[in-house]
């Protein structure tokens, strides 16, 4: 469906003096309007948002300029696809016969969405002229098509004393018509239909929620997009076995073995160049399946937790979902600096009136608290980092989340580790990008199925994550992305162990001792 409009939604804050804002570009699926009434805070309310209005709309300008009168999400919804299923005939008709809903002046005036829907339908029975776009030309086509008794009886070798123009004016107010982008439009019998009652919108199949679908097909033999035509939806989370029969379907074996032409995902944060191919199905699967289990506060965390920290595929996101509880998110929080003011109440005697907090311009220091924190402003709030408090006591001259991060593990004793004849330091737990000392580069293990081994090292390891190494050397893993383990080549645990900083002082120790014997 193509977008016909842009609507507002505006929900107040909660105790506070302000309102948070979404905007939702409709027709929209469930899950994006979903996600606007997450932005807009209206999912947590009783009450839903406290007002919507139309920013634009390509087909009908006027509507950014009036007054609805109590419109729902719904109607506007419903209005903006039967927009859509116009043709181009029946929006030029719309054209003609919106100005009786839609006012020049709205002035105080509200417009009723029960004749915002009803005028879009019976379009099809109003009368239109190509190629006539004046009233000269208008009087032409009476003329020629004797549309008028008077004109029709005039003897043909007198017909070029007839002032066309006038003709035209006088059949333009007869018939009530209008000239709309060089067509004769006659919306002077046009009657709306009253198919909505303004309480019950017309008849819609029900959908249902998924957390993603994908256009699948057997995969081609010659031509990239050959089976696209064959291509079926299907909704995850499912079952594999549903899964497998629908490939079946399309003479493929099981769903891995089939191809997708198209990919929708009710997050928005997660895109198809995220999902890679079929090959990945079950995490993809996986993931639907932990998304659908997840509360509406949940359901904002996790986009929160994603706007923050980009994920580079499905896994990632899957491993993000997992550890979603050492997340906190303050939803009320639009901005740092509202959430600088929620942070100080946070901390100050219950008796204090926080109202005079409201007129402070806090949006700087909010900024330095967030970065202290390690914390990030996103569209659904405020999100922590992984592990930390949004409501540390954070002194103001503290070193920054990233400096911490370096500290600790500098500090802290790691297993030395013989790996492809090369020494390096094993972490049990995954390491941000900010946690790794300078000098130092950090791998992946995986291990087998069972555990019982490691078999590879890799840049990153999604599934069966075994630990982390930090190494002096850059490996290079060729065109395979990794380097797999033999039974003579499996890493090797010394008993030692030593702070990173260690580590890297103990080559520049070695480097001094060599340079001394050489002088």
Same mark, same amino acid.
């Given at each position: 469906m193509a977008?016909?409009?842009?609507i507002?939604?505006?929900?107040?804050?909660?105790?506070?003096?302000g309102?948070?804002?979404?905007d939702?570009?409709?027709?929209?699926?469930?899950?994006?309007?979903?996600?606007?009434? =997450?932005?807009?805070?209206?999912?947590?309310?009783?009450?839903?948002?406290?007002?919507?209005?139309?920013?634009n709309?390509?087909?009908?300008?006027?509507?950014?300029?009036?007054?609805?009168?109590?419109?729902?999400?719904d109607?506007?919804?419903?209005f903006?696809?039967?927009?859509?299923?116009?043709?181009?005939?029946?929006?030029?008709?719309?054209l003609?016969?919106?100005?009786?809903?839609?006012?020049?002046?709205?002035?105080?005036?509200l417009?009723?969405?029960?004749?915002?829907?009803?005028?879009?339908?019976?379009?099809?029975?109003?009368?239109?002229?190509?190629?006539?776009?004046?009233?000269?030309?208008?009087?032409?086509?009476v003329?020629?098509?004797?549309?008028?008794?008077?004109?029709?009886?005039i003897?043909?070798?007198a017909?070029?004393?007839?002032d066309?123009? =006038?003709?035209?004016?006088?059949?333009r107010?007869?018939?009530?018509?209008?000239?709309?982008?060089g067509?004769?439009?006659?919306?002077g019998?046009?009657?709306?239909?009253?198919?909505?009652?303004?309480?019950n919108?017309?008849?819609?199949?029900?959908?249902h929620?998924?957390?993603?679908?994908?256009?699948?097909?057997? $995969?081609p033999?010659?031509?990239?997009?050959?089976? $696209?035509?064959?291509?079926?939806?299907?909704s995850?989370?499912?079952?594999k076995?549903?899964?497998?029969?629908?490939?079946?379907r399309h003479?493929?074996?099981?769903?891995?073995?089939c191809?997708?032409?198209g990919f929708?995902?009710?997050?928005?944060q997660?895109?198809?160049e995220?999902?890679?191919?079929m $090959?990945d199905?079950?995490?993809?699967?996986?993931l639907?399946?932990?998304? $659908?289990?997840?509360?509406?506060?949940?359901?904002m965390k996790?986009?929160?937790?994603?706007?923050?920290?980009?994920?580079?595929?499905?896994?990632t996101a899957l491993?993000?979902?997992?550890?979603?509880?050492?997340?906190?998110?303050?939803y009320?929080?639009d901005?740092?600096?509202v959430?600088?003011k929620?942070?100080?109440r946070?901390?100050m005697?219950?008796?204090?009136?926080?109202?005079?907090?409201?007129?402070?311009?806090? =949006?700087?220091?909010?900024?330095?608290?967030?970065?202290?924190?390690?914390?990030?402003?996103t569209?659904?709030?405020?999100?922590?980092?992984?592990g930390?408090?949004?409501?540390?006591?954070?002194?103001?001259d503290?070193?920054?989340?990233?400096?911490?991060k370096?500290?600790?593990?500098t500090?802290?004793?790691?297993?030395?580790?013989?790996?492809?004849?090369?020494r390096?330091?094993?972490?049990?737990g995954?390491l941000?990008p900010?946690e790794?000392?300078?000098?130092?580069?950090?791998y992946?293990?995986?291990?087998?199925d069972?555990?019982?081994?490691?078999?590879?090292i890799e840049?990153?390891?999604?599934?069966?994550?075994?630990?982390?190494?930090?190494?002096?050397?850059?490996?290079?893993?060729?065109?395979?992305?990794?380097?797999?383990?033999e039974?003579?080549?499996?890493?090797?645990?010394?008993?030692?162990?030593?702070?990173?900083?260690?580590?890297?002082?103990e080559?520049?120790?070695?480097?001094?001792?060599?340079?001394?014997?050489?002088?």
């Amino acid at each position: 469906m193509a977008k016909q409009m842009t609507i507002e939604l505006v929900t107040e804050y909660e105790g506070l003096d302000g309102y948070y804002y979404a905007d939702l570009d409709l027709p929209a699926e469930d899950y994006a309007i979903r996600d606007a009434l =997450q932005k807009a805070r209206a999912v947590l309310r009783q009450d839903g948002y406290q007002e919507i209005s139309i920013l634009n709309c390509d087909l009908l300008p006027g509507l950014s300029d009036v007054r609805l009168d109590s419109p729902t999400l719904d109607e506007l919804n419903f209005f903006a696809k039967r927009l859509d299923s116009l043709n181009d005939e029946e929006r030029l008709a719309l054209l003609a016969v919106a100005p009786r809903v839609i006012p020049d002046h709205p002035e105080g005036e509200l417009v009723s969405m029960k004749d915002l829907i009803n005028m879009t339908y019976g379009l099809d029975t109003v009368m239109i002229a190509s190629n006539v776009g004046n009233d000269e030309q208008l009087g032409q086509f009476v003329v020629e098509n004797d549309l008028h008794e008077d004109v029709a009886s005039i003897p043909d070798n007198a017909l070029y004393l007839l002032d066309r123009k =006038q003709i035209g004016k006088l059949q333009r107010e007869n018939d009530g018509g209008v000239f709309i982008n060089g067509c004769y439009v006659i919306a002077g019998d046009y009657e709306m239909p009253e198919v909505y009652d303004g309480k019950n919108l017309p008849h819609e199949e029900a959908s249902h929620w998924f957390a993603f679908r994908l256009e699948v097909a057997e $995969a081609p033999v010659n031509s990239a997009d050959e089976t $696209a035509g064959s291509a079926e939806w299907i909704s995850l989370p499912t079952k594999k076995e549903k899964a497998d029969e629908i490939a079946k379907r399309h003479n493929e074996a099981c769903i891995e073995d089939c191809v997708y032409y198209g990919f929708e995902s009710s997050v928005p944060q997660i895109t198809s160049e995220m999902f890679g191919d079929m $090959a990945d199905f079950d995490t993809l699967n996986t993931l639907a399946q932990r998304m $659908a289990e997840l509360s509406p506060l949940d359901q904002m965390k996790f986009k929160a937790v994603l706007s923050a920290n980009p994920p580079k595929d499905t896994q990632t996101a899957l491993d993000t979902l997992k550890q979603l509880d050492r997340y906190e998110l303050s939803y009320d929080s639009d901005s740092a600096g509202v959430f600088f003011k929620d942070y100080l109440r946070h901390f100050m005697d219950s008796r204090f009136d926080s109202r005079w907090l409201d007129t402070l311009l806090t =949006q700087n220091e909010g900024e330095l608290l967030l970065q202290k924190l390690g914390a990030a402003e996103t569209p659904y709030g405020v999100i922590s980092a992984c592990g930390r408090s949004l409501y540390e006591i954070v002194p103001f001259d503290e070193p920054e989340a990233k400096e911490l991060k370096t500290q600790t593990l500098t500090n802290e004793k790691l297993d030395v580790i013989e790996v492809l004849d090369r020494r390096a330091l094993f972490s049990n737990g995954r390491l941000m990008p900010e946690e790794i000392p300078e000098g130092l580069y950090a791998y992946d293990l995986r291990h087998s199925d069972d555990g019982g081994r490691f078999i590879s090292i890799e840049p990153k390891v999604g599934v069966n994550h075994g630990g982390t190494v930090l190494m002096k050397e850059i490996l290079d893993f060729g065109e395979s992305g990794y380097i797999s383990f033999e039974e003579d080549t499996d890493p090797n645990f010394t008993g030692l162990s030593m702070t990173p900083q260690e580590f890297v002082n103990e080559e520049l120790e070695e480097n001094q001792d060599f340079e001394g014997m050489v002088m």
